[in-house]
């Protein structure tokens, strides 16, 4: 079994997952960064980032306690992620 199954983990994340080119909002920039986001920060899973379970706080919270950060700080790094 791949990692990536086995941990649940990036699956069907590329560069074609940015979708909101021109979104500048919160929201807009995670559509446009997420699979670089979840490279860098692997402990990250498919369940922590699914926004049919749960609205955007929520997954911002999930990704929170998964990295033992703050919120506010995964929104700073969101907001200022250059890709």
Excluded: C
């Excluded at 649940?8 to 995670?30: I, P």
């Amino acid at each position: 079994m791949s990692l990536d199954k086995e941990n649940n983990k990036h699956r069907g994340y590329t560069e074609d997952s940015k979708l909101n080119t021109g979104d500048d909002s919160l929201e807009g920039r995670w559509s446009n960064i997420q699979a670089d986001y979840r490279k860098k920060n692997p402990t990250i899973t498919d369940d922590d980032v699914d926004s049919k379970k749960r609205n955007f706080d929520q997954m911002i919270a999930s990704i929170a306690r998964r990295t033992n950060r703050s919120t506010t700080e995964i929104e700073k790094e969101i907001r200022d992620w250059d890709s």
